[in-house]
């Protein structure tokens, strides 16, 4: 049987304003309740403020990071030539791209954060499967990203200090003055994200093109050690077009789709506080597909120009700004690895665990311990392994990541444009009993889509460095299609799964399973008439 709801204050309304947004009815009081705090209501329109250029900055403060720059160098040092790792990258971009637009629309509407968004689909208490998956990547990614500025910090003091800090005793194959790095900069970010989202707002806006300015300064210096641009242009690939190249093509493309896939989940924890749809809609295709192209195209003549100058292409560039002996440029160069590295993370890494988190004890976990939570996660999944390697971490990060959350957004599309055609009830949402309560919260049916879906994506894939062998070693040629498989095969079950006639145990009276149900057995599916 259905679980029954606690007696709760009436739920206010809702009401819908010309442009189409809706809201809490003013005057109103907000959802109360074990299922609602203050850091998950719905925000009100006129804290909606965010325009096209804010979305825009936000995609070119996110985009212009070592992660992504590392991408496109990370392509270049498994054998692709330019031409190749920037068609891969750009065409990944166009493609997650979409799945990013049809989340990110119950933003602006709605005013609610992704875990909220994902109870209509999963269920009021389902909803926290997706949103810990999601917090969980996120940990890994923010680890990462942490790493990438720990070790900024860790060779612009070495060149600065001397010897004496590079070379100081090791632990656990490292520097101790590597480790301290790494902790320094894990506490800038903790003291950034607890001042609140206006304040990630503005930092999103002066970072943004500040990070580009520096990748333009790290291209010149480059094609001036490799004599031109011509040398940067010149590195053949070792794979040719042939079928090594395409062998490597998808799985790399999966890889470079996975590495957004993460904010084509949680973007409504940023679309929430947007003007408009158009402001949402124009901002992110102007900043995202653009933006990621072209600090491709930087990362890789950068690396084929390392490649001309060193004999080998330097895929990190910490590591290559280090070679410079020029300390102005140095100091340049590595403050802008770590205004990069701050963008990205905070934004993309600290906003949605923080909300996730919260989502699975709202009147326990605030959005700041929410983040707390993120970052001491962070450490325990030990980043530098993941990212000590290109192959491990393109192939089997990122693409175990692109599976599990292709998954998620195949559930979350195929619920909201297909079944419910964008329409919401802000109140059910955070409140047991109502038409997105499912039974005691859960909604099996998402649940088996995402694993279905989950498994057929990720089972037959190489989880090395992580562990030997593959899982389900017969999924195998599904394996360098995580993301697409993932995606359509969650999104047709879940579909499935929807329109059956609603099951219910022998004996319960109708109206006992999912949702209320016609004289047929049939559910009626929850979304407003």
């Not at 665990?353 to 709202?362: E, K, L, R, T, Y």
């Not at 038409?435 to 498994?455: E, I, K």
Request: charge should be neutral; include cysteine; glycine fraction near 12%.
């Amino acid at each position: 049987m259905t679980e029954t709801a606690p007696s709760e204050i009436p739920p206010p309304a809702q009401v819908t304003l010309p442009d189409g947004r809706v809201e809490l009815a003013p005057g109103s009081p907000p959802p109360s309740g074990p299922y609602a705090n203050e850091d998950l209501l719905p925000v009100p329109v006129g804290k909606r403020t965010w325009t096209t250029y804010n979305f825009s900055a936000l995609w070119v403060g996110m985009a212009h990071n070592t992660a992504s720059w590392t991408l496109a160098s990370g392509l270049i040092a498994v054998g692709m030539d330019w031409k190749q790792a920037v068609l891969t990258i750009a065409l990944a971009n166009v493609i997650v791209l979409v799945p990013m637009l049809l989340t990110g629309h119950a933003g602006p509407k709605y005013g609610i954060p992704f875990p909220v968004f994902a109870r209509a689909s999963f269920g009021i208490r389902g909803a926290n499967l997706p949103a810990v998956v999601r917090a969980l990547v996120a940990c890994g990614w923010f680890g990462i990203q942490t790493w990438i500025g720990g070790e900024a910090i860790y060779f612009l003091a070495g060149k600065l200090i001397g010897d004496g800090w590079t070379d100081a005793a090791t632990i656990g194959g490292y520097a101790w003055t590597m480790w301290l790095s790494f902790a320094i900069f894990w506490a800038i970010q903790v003291a950034i994200i607890y001042r609140g989202m206006e304040t990630i707002r503005r930092f999103e806006n002066w970072a943004a093109p500040f990070v580009l300015v520096g990748a333009f300064v790290m291209l010149w210096w480059m094609a001036d050690k490799a004599g031109g641009f011509g040398p940067l242009l010149d590195q053949p690939s070792k794979l040719g077009w042939g079928g090594d190249f395409w062998k490597l093509f998808w799985p790399s493309l999966m890889g470079m789709i996975g590495f957004w896939s993460t904010l084509s989940l949680n973007i409504p924890d940023f679309t929430r506080y947007g003007k408009s749809q158009k402001a949402q809609t124009r901002g992110q295709a102007l900043g995202l597909p653009t933006t990621m192209t072209l600090f491709a195209f930087l990362s890789v003549m950068v690396t084929s120009g390392s490649q001309a100058v060193y004999g080998e292409p330097i895929w990190d560039p910490v590591q290559l700004a280090a070679k410079t002996d020029n300390a102005v440029g140095l100091l340049f160069a590595l403050v802008t690895v770590l205004v990069a590295t701050l963008s990205v993370n905070i934004a993309a890494n600290l906003v949605s665990p923080a909300f996730d988190f919260s989502n699975v004890a709202p009147r326990r976990v605030t959005f700041r311990a929410g983040a707390l939570i993120t970052c001491v996660l962070a450490v325990l999944i030990f980043p530098w392994k993941l990212y000590s390697d290109p192959e491990g971490y393109i192939f089997t990060w990122l693409g175990l990541v692109g599976g599990l959350l292709g998954t998620v957004a195949g559930i979350l599309v195929a619920d909201y444009w297909i079944l419910r055609r964008a329409r919401l009830d802000l109140v059910d949402l955070y409140r047991a009993g109502g038409r997105y309560w499912y039974d005691a919260g859960w909604n099996w049916r998402a649940v088996a889509a995402l694993v279905a879906g989950g498994v057929l994506a990720v089972g037959g894939a190489d989880f090395h460095p992580l562990i030997d062998g593959r899982p389900v070693p017969f999924l195998e040629p599904l394996a360098d299609y995580g993301w697409a498989v993932g995606l359509g095969t969650s999104l047709v079950l879940y579909l499935a799964l929807m329109l059956l006639p609603a099951t219910r145990p022998p004996g319960a009276p109708r109206g006992s399973g999912p949702g209320p149900s016609r004289p047929s057995g049939r559910p009626v599916l929850p979304w407003p008439p």
